[in-house]
């Protein structure tokens, strides 16, 4: 949660405790002077002051940024490429103090942001810096008449605006394709979490890119972020966050024809048939289930299970949730952190009261943990939740709720898990375990959802295609896919003048 305070008393305010906007290659405050706060979510305390930027932030950046574009989209791709590598390294170097403070400003364990956050982020630079290096291009050769090629040139000035639960991890995932095909950004991470994209500002200045390459505006979304997709000058949006938020972009994206991707919210179903390996398939859908205190949009919020095997794999699930630690997130054994905000928190919690007016039963979880440390007393924690007796098409199984809440539902046969399953709005992931591979390929085909793995979860590869379908987004990222939506396809026609045989 964060809040206006307007010029608080310089000194106030510890410097260190003072975020910045990077623009033009500068770190300055917002131009208002006002400054929001963000808040550790472990306890409940003020973090720091960031800059609460408006539209005239956001303007001085899309200029810094469209005076950089020309020059940037002209270095040679093997210097782009060593700009982001230098990038890359810089973020490696700090990666124990990046880990640490993004534990700090989401609340997740300082375990999963030193295995997972930091080093996909350190991935993400570095696998677009080389990709950008092996590109290729089409080339059609018209009868005897012509030959066409497909020119890909980057689109300008790119808007990459990210949420809060991923901070770091998602807003390199945007920038640094957007930057390896020669676009430059104005980003604008979610000021629930500034506190690694105020880093990643510090650490591009340390890495030379060029002044006006990188842009990083902070503020609240419906200030900053909507002045970045209005912005005339700025032809490409690519943006993460909820279906709602997306939902706006689009309307007011729309009508410019920018160009849009939008990765949005799921409600993504984990089945289980009976043939499935259940040594794997139980651990695998807790860590689905509460990975990041459930606020990864591609965690598994609903367990479909056969019904066979349903009582001893609720057992067993609620064995293994009952098992994960809940704790401060700065310490090691911790596996459950606090969720994001007070707001946030007081919104799964509805949820878990939703469940039981809806004839839910909550087995275990959803309280407070006991034996918090002092310091923790007055964080956003909940110990995970899992329900059972929800039908399918009840709100709880069909609205994102995005936090430690599980539901668990029987199934008869593989045609009815496939309705139930499909029967959200959303349509990001799932996740199938069983013992045959025809199975796991049939149901993967009529899934609904732009990602399916079988007997797996969150198995990345940083090439293939990711996004959603329905309410869950428009287009794709990764690999190809984001080099193409930062690219502007141009088809040159070369006519022949000479035909083959006029020589002779
Ligand atoms: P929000 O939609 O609230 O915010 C996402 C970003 O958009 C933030 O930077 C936010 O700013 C900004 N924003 C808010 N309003 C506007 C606006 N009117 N115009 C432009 N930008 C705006 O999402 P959350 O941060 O709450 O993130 C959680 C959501 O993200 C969940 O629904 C989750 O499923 C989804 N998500 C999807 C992923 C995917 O790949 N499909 C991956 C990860 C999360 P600020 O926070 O500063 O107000």
Same mark, same amino acid.
């Given at each position: 949660?964060?809040?206006?305070?307007?010029?608080?008393?310089?000194?106030?305010?510890?410097?260190?405790?003072?975020?910045?906007?990077?623009?033009?290659?500068?770190?300055?405050?917002?131009?208002?002077?006002?400054?929001?706060?963000?808040?550790?979510?472990?306890?409940?305390?003020?973090?720091?002051?960031?800059?609460?930027?408006?539209?005239?932030?956001?303007?001085?950046?899309?200029? !810094? %940024?469209?005076?950089?574009?020309? =020059?940037?989209? #002209?270095?040679? &791709?093997?210097?782009? @490429?060593?700009?982001? *590598?230098? /990038?890359?390294?810089?973020?490696?170097?700090?990666?124990?103090?990046?880990?640490?403070?993004?534990?700090?400003?989401?609340?997740?364990?300082?375990?999963?942001?030193?295995?997972?956050?930091?080093?996909?982020?350190?991935?993400?630079?570095?696998?677009?810096?080389?990709?950008?290096?092996?590109?290729?291009?089409?080339?059609?050769?018209?009868?005897? !008449? %012509?030959?066409?090629?497909?020119? =890909?040139?980057? #689109?300008?000035? &790119?808007?990459?605006? @990210?949420?809060?639960? *991923?901070? /770091?991890?998602?807003?390199?995932?945007?920038?640094?394709?957007?930057?390896?095909?020669?676009?430059?950004?104005?980003?604008?991470?979610?000021?629930?979490?500034?506190?690694?994209?105020?880093?990643?500002?510090?650490?591009?200045?340390?890495?030379?890119?060029?002044?006006?390459?990188?842009?990083?505006?902070?503020?609240?979304?419906?200030?900053?972020? !909507? %002045?970045?997709?209005?912005?005339?000058?700025?032809?490409?949006?690519?943006?993460?966050?909820?279906?709602?938020?997306?939902?706006?972009?689009?309307?007011?994206?729309?009508?410019?024809?920018?160009?849009?991707?939008?990765?949005?919210?799921?409600?993504?179903?984990?089945?289980v048939?009976?043939?499935a390996d259940l040594d794997h398939a139980v651990p695998t859908a807790?860590?689905?289930?509460?990975?990041?205190?459930?606020?990864?949009?591609?965690?598994?919020?609903?367990?479909?299970?056969?019904?066979?095997?349903?009582?001893?794999?609720?057992?067993?699930?609620?064995?293994?949730?009952?098992?994960?630690?809940?704790?401060?997130?700065?310490?090691?054994?911790?596996?459950?952190?606090?969720?994001?905000?007070?707001?946030?928190?007081?919104?799964?919690?509805?949820?878990?009261?939703?469940?039981?007016?809806?004839?839910?039963?909550?087995?275990?979880?959803?309280?407070?943990?006991?034996?918090?440390?002092?310091?923790?007393?007055?964080?956003?924690?909940?110990?995970?939740?899992?329900?059972?007796?929800?039908?399918?098409?009840?709100?709880?199984?069909?609205?994102?709720?995005?936090?430690?809440?599980?539901?668990?539902?029987?199934?008869?046969?593989?045609?009815?898990?496939?309705?139930?399953?499909?029967?959200?709005?959303?349509?990001?992931?799932?996740?199938?375990w069983?013992?045959?591979?025809?199975?796991?390929?049939?149901?993967?085909?009529?899934?609904?959802?732009?990602?399916?793995?079988?007997n797996c979860w969150?198995?990345?590869?940083?090439?293939?295609?990711?996004?959603?379908?329905?309410?869950?987004?428009?287009?794709?990222?990764?690999?190809?896919?984001?080099?193409?939506?930062?690219?502007?396809?141009?088809?040159?026609?070369?006519?022949?003048?000479?035909?083959?045989?006029?020589?002779?």
């Amino acid at each position: 949660m964060s809040r206006t305070t307007s010029q608080p008393d310089a000194r106030t305010v510890a410097a260190e405790h003072r975020l910045a906007h990077l623009i033009g290659g500068e770190m300055v405050p917002a131009a208002s002077g006002d400054w929001l706060e963000t808040v550790e979510p472990a306890t409940g305390r003020f973090l720091a002051h960031l800059p609460d930027g408006d539209t005239r932030d956001v303007d001085r950046a899309v200029a !810094a %940024a469209t005076q950089a574009a020309r =020059r940037w989209a #002209r270095t040679p &791709a093997a210097e782009r @490429s060593r700009v982001l *590598l230098r /990038l890359a390294e810089r973020v490696e170097a700090n990666a124990e103090a990046l880990a640490r403070l993004e534990s700090i400003d989401t609340g997740k364990p300082l375990t999963l942001a030193r295995a997972v956050d930091i080093p996909r982020a350190v991935a993400n630079l570095r696998f677009f810096a080389t990709a950008i290096l092996h590109t290729r291009s089409d080339a059609h050769i018209t009868d005897e !008449a %012509a030959i066409n090629y497909t020119l =890909r040139q980057p #689109r300008g000035v &790119a808007g990459c605006i @990210s949420p809060w639960n *991923l901070p /770091l991890y998602l807003f390199t995932w945007k920038i640094a394709p957007a930057l390896a095909t020669g676009n430059t950004v104005v980003g604008k991470p979610s000021e629930v979490t500034p506190m690694t994209a105020h880093r990643l500002g510090e650490l591009a200045i340390e890495a030379e890119l060029p002044p006006g390459v990188l842009n990083i505006v902070h503020g609240l979304g419906p200030k900053v972020g !909507a %002045a970045l997709v209005e912005h005339p000058a700025v032809p490409a949006i690519s943006f993460t966050g909820g279906t709602a938020t997306g939902a706006a972009i689009a309307a007011a994206a729309g009508p410019m024809f920018k160009k849009l991707s939008l990765e949005l919210g799921g409600k993504n179903p984990t089945i289980v048939f009976a043939d499935a390996d259940l040594d794997h398939a139980v651990p695998t859908a807790v860590r689905a289930a509460f990975a990041n205190q459930g606020q990864i949009c591609l965690c598994g919020s609903r367990v479909f299970v056969e019904r066979s095997i349903f009582d001893s794999f609720v057992a067993a699930f609620v064995r293994r949730t009952e098992a994960l630690t809940s704790g401060d997130p700065l310490e090691p054994e911790t596996e459950q952190g606090a969720l994001v905000s007070k707001s946030h928190l007081e919104k799964v919690q509805s949820y878990l009261r939703l469940a039981e007016t809806e004839g839910g039963r909550i087995v275990t979880g959803g309280d407070r943990p006991a034996g918090l440390p002092v310091r923790c007393g007055d964080g956003y924690f909940l110990r995970p939740a899992v329900i059972t007796g929800l039908d399918a098409a009840c709100r709880t199984n069909r609205e994102e709720i995005f936090g430690p809440v599980v539901s668990i539902i029987p199934f008869d046969d593989e045609a009815e898990v496939v309705a139930a399953a499909n029967a959200t709005e959303y349509g990001l992931a799932a996740s199938v375990w069983t013992g045959s591979i025809d199975r796991g390929h049939r149901v993967a085909a009529e899934l609904q959802a732009g990602t399916v793995w079988v007997n797996c979860w969150l198995l990345r590869d940083l090439r293939v295609p990711f996004g959603g379908m329905k309410s869950s987004g428009v287009g794709r990222e990764g690999g190809d896919e984001a080099m193409h939506f930062f690219t502007e396809p141009k088809n040159v026609c070369i006519k022949r003048n000479e035909r083959p045989g006029d020589a002779e």
